[in-house]
């Protein structure tokens, strides 16, 4: 009986032992050697935690897979989709195996193997249990249908979401990019101008910018019809910007600046809420927010 209870003993420690060190909670192990010297050295050997193993797992990037994230969402606008397969599967099941059972006792009173079967009444159970099976599978069927397509509805939603933070974070982008793009503010009544990034005119001098960029023609047009509200322009302070595209930086620097004989610019490029984009960035700007507004249409 001591013997026994040893045993069963002796099985217990190892088997805590065992689940302690799995889950990470075993003690760790302390190895001693002894030198040619004579000297003993004792090294202490700390075994892996699962725990912490999944805690590092946990803390890596990335999170969720998209997938798995989007297998959860779907659950939780459908929760009990998954039970109504089950019951589904289980009730087809059980017709199906008492059909077969039915459709065999059929046969055997069929082949004269037994004489207590009521063949009309084996008819009608054999009709009702394959057609429950029939049932149930148009049931699952569609379930499952309406399961797929808001699967897709939920995927386009994500995928939307996805695009519009896309889209907010290039926006962001492209707002630090114009604070940093430099324009001549015209400071006097004679044509005196001076660089200064939109950003310190958005932020100190309090200008609401608008940036007009197209064609030549687009942009005379947009200036000739700022020039009949320009009272309104300068009551509220806009600063309008006009970005010539379709011409290269040479050209655009040949052309006058309205300081010498002869080169009078229209009145319209020189009215004092008309500020000149100079320096470089302007052309990526511009491109960008073309491509950002094709994006969107």
């Known amino acids: 009986m001591a013997n026994v209870l040893s045993l069963a003993q002796l ?17 760790p192990s302390i190895s001693v050697w002894t030198t040619p010297n004579g000297a003993r050295h004792t090294s202490q050997h700390s075994r892996p935690s699962f725990v912490t193993s999944l805690h590092e797992k946990k803390g890596k990037p990335g999170g969720l897979d998209s997938d798995v994230s989007n297998k959860l969402l779907v659950e939780t606008v459908a929760p009990f989709r998954g ?7 289980a009730f087809a099941s059980g017709a199906f195996v008492g059909g077969l059972i039915t459709a065999s006792g059929v046969a055997a009173a069929m082949n004269g193997l037994r004489d207590d079967v009521d063949l009309n009444a084996e008819y009608l159970n054999l009709a009702i249990d394959f057609g429950a099976v029939a049932l149930f599978a148009v049931l699952a069927k569609i379930d499952l249908d309406k399961d797929a397509e808001l699967t897709a509805v939920v995927e386009e939603k994500v995928e939307r979401k996805k695009q519009l933070k896309k889209a907010t974070s290039a926006m ?8 940093e793009l430099e324009v001549n503010v015209r400071v006097s009544e004679d044509g005196g101008t001076k660089a200064a ?17 197209g064609p030549g023609r687009a942009i005379r047009d947009a200036l000739r019809g700022a020039q ?14 006009p970005y010539e595209t379709g011409i290269d930086e040479a050209e655009r620097a040949s052309r006058p600046d309205g ?19 100079i320096g470089e960035g302007w052309g990526e700007f511009v491109a960008a927010e073309m491509e950002a507004a094709a994006d969107q249409a």
């Open 259 to 277: 300081g010498g004989f002869g080169d009078a610019r229209p009145s319209y490029e020189t009215q004092p809420y008309v500020a000149e984009p």
């Open 172 to 179: 962001r982008e492209r707002e630090r990019m114009l604070k």
């Open 197 to 213: 990034p939109l950003g310190i005119m958005q932020e100190k001098a309090r200008q609401h910018v608008i940036l007009v960029a």
């Open 83 to 89: 039970l109504r397969l089950f019951f589904y599967a």
């Open 11 to 27: 099985a217990f420690v190892l088997f805590t032992t065992a689940i302690a060190t799995v889950n990470g909670f075993a003690r």
């Open 228 to 241: 009949l509200n320009k009272v309104n322009f300068a009551m509220t302070n806009v600063l309008v910007v």
